[in-house]
Structures are given as structure tokens and as C-alpha cells.
């Protein structure tokens, strides 16, 4: 089992800055891939952005690439999301997931946190 834990959620005015952290705990041998996915109300989960955990390689959707930057502390197995240039549609709650790549580009995600609010005003 590996147990995720996100926090770093709040409100913030479009255009300000949030950064979540991720703390992963547990069996984290098992983990190759760490990911950030988002909820908003109303609508299906989607993909925010991943790292491969050893080499550190990211992958982002296209609605946030430029503006959100996830990175990964290997000592600490703490995952991050620097979220910059923040618009009203990114409001969501944000949960953390690690997995294990199935092809050299797909993840199946095993695990996730609680999840952790984020909104933006106008």
C-alpha cells in the first residue's frame, strides 16, 4: 500500500500562483510514476500532469502546460505542482496518484490522496 497525502490548496485571485505538495508514504518501492489529476464540479476527473519518479521525465495536459510545473523530491518522496498563471476554470479539487507505467507512456494509477481544494476568483 502506498498512502498519499496532498496539501497546498486554497483560494487565490486569477492570475496568482498556488503550489500543492504531495507526501507519499508506505510501499513507495513500488511507485515509478507520481501524477496530478483535477476534479471540478460537474465534470469527469482529468489529467494534469505526471513525472516519472526515477528520471524525473513530465508529461502535462495541454490546458495547463506553461503554466504548471510538477517536480518530485526522491529523498523526501514528496511530489509538487507549481501552479502559476492561475484562471477561474482551474478551480477544482486536485488529488495527487502514483502507479506504474504499463508502455513506455502509459500509467496505471494504483493509488490517491484525498484530494485538495483549489479555487480561483475573478
Known amino acids: 500500500q502506498v498512502q498519499l497525502a496532498e496539501s497546498g490548496g486554497g483560494l487565490v485571485q486569477a492570475g496568482g500562483s498556488l503550489r500543492l505538495s504531495c507526501a507519499a508514504s508506505?510501499?513507495?518501492?513500488?511507485?515509478?510514476?507520481m501524477g496530478w489529476f483535477r476534479q471540478a464540479p460537474g465534470k469527469e476527473r482529468e489529467f494534469v500532469a505526471k513525472i516519472r519518479w526515477s528520471a524525473g521525465s513530465t508529461y502535462y495536459a495541454e490546458s495547463v502546460k506553461g503554466r504548471f510545473t510538477i517536480s518530485r523530491d526522491n529523498v523526501k518522496k514528496m511530489v509538487y505542482l507549481q501552479m502559476n498563471s492561475l484562471k477561474p476554470e482551474d478551480t477544482a479539487v486536485y488529488y495527487c496518484?502514483?502507479?506504474?507505467?504499463?508502455?513506455?507512456?502509459?500509467?496505471?494509477?494504483?493509488?490517491w490522496g484525498q484530494g485538495t481544494q483549489v479555487t480561483v476568483s475573478s
Open positions: 496518484a502514483s502507479g506504474r507505467y504499463v508502455s513506455a507512456s502509459d500509467v496505471a494509477w494504483d493509488y
Open positions: 508506505g510501499r513507495t518501492y513500488s511507485t515509478y510514476a
